[in-house]
């Protein structure tokens, strides 16, 4: 396969028409029979891939590039799915706006070129896949949590913890999902996943959400501001779900697809089996 077949196939599992900001072909190549996946393929991996005999490497994170330098455009998908829940479009727009600027702003002053400067010089077929996969993730966990909680009327966050720990990523990976917001008798309420776009949309999407009827909020990963502000406020729920296994679950079902293909690929960097 080529660089530019396997992209096409990510883009029709997470059933988007364009490559979003934050993925991409960094080095193009062809004939590709082997390939390491990794969440975090940087240089020392990328060696490591050569000496493995790979014929292209993979990252789910963006390590440089356009997709590193652009990340913070691929957060305004979190307004649609803010909008699935229930947050009027404006408001949504607002209190995603001051993130997106900050997320912008650490990544303007990154060094775009490390990673991207060493495929080229290894002459080693390189591309990130970050939000297809991140997409991928949302979906699988929201349909898990649908239909297990469908026939629990009065939900706890203990039930939601029950059926995460059913996905195989979750139970292969030392990391558990854990509640950060609340304790195991709280009713979950209204339950919603939040996976992609990006990154977290910070304290003020957190509240919107919140305000919009979600009861609980199931992440991977939530950072220490956000979990301190929903605590004191008061105001819902958050279930940390793990970010390698995260991760790892969208991406096992790009690595199925490619496997089925009959590509080769090299599990790494973080990437849960299932």
């Known amino acids: 396969m080529r660089t530019r077949e396997i ?75 803010m ?8 408001k949504a727009q607002k209190v995603l706006q001051e993130k997106v600027e900050q ?8 060094n775009y070129d490390r990673v991207v400067s060493a495929a080229q010089l290894l002459n080693m077929p390189y591309m990130v896949i970050h939000s297809p996969a991140d997409i991928l993730t949302e979906k699988t966990v929201q349909a898990a949590l649908d239909r297990g909680l469908a026939g629990i009327p009065k939900a706890t966050l203990r039930d939601v913890l029950d059926i995460l720990v059913e996905i195989p990523e979750y139970q292969n990976s030392p990391v558990k999902p854990v509640i950060r917001v609340g304790s195991e008798k709280d009713y979950a309420g209204k339950v919603f996943v939040v996976m992609a776009g990006g990154t977290n949309g910070g304290e003020k999407v957190a509240r ?14 939530m950072p220490d501001d956000v979990i301190r502000a929903v605590r004191e406020q008061n105001i819902g729920n958050i279930v940390v779900a793990g970010h390698m296994p995260s991760d790892s ?14 590509i080769e690929v090299i599990r790494m960097s973080g990437v849960v089996a299932p």
């Open 103 to 110: 997320v912008d702003r650490s990544h303007h002053v990154g």
């Open 7 to 81: 992209m096409n196939l990510v883009l029709e599992l997470a059933g988007l028409e364009e490559v979003p900001p934050d993925s991409g072909i960094i080095v193009p190549g062809k004939n590709i029979k082997k390939l390491a996946f990794g969440i975090d393929m940087e240089v020392a991996e990328l060696l490591l891939a050569r000496d493995l005999g790979v014929d292209a490497v993979i990252s789910h994170h963006p390590k440089g590039g356009l997709p590193m330098v652009d990340f913070h455009k691929v957060m305004y998908r979190q307004i649609d799915r």
């Open 208 to 221: 919107a959400y919140f305000e919009a009827g979600v009861g609980t909020l199931v992440a991977m990963h």
């Open 83 to 90: 909008v699935e829940a229930g947050i009027p479009i404006n």
């Open 249 to 262: 679950i969208g991406i096992n079902k790009i690595i199925a697809a490619l496997e089925a293909r009959g």
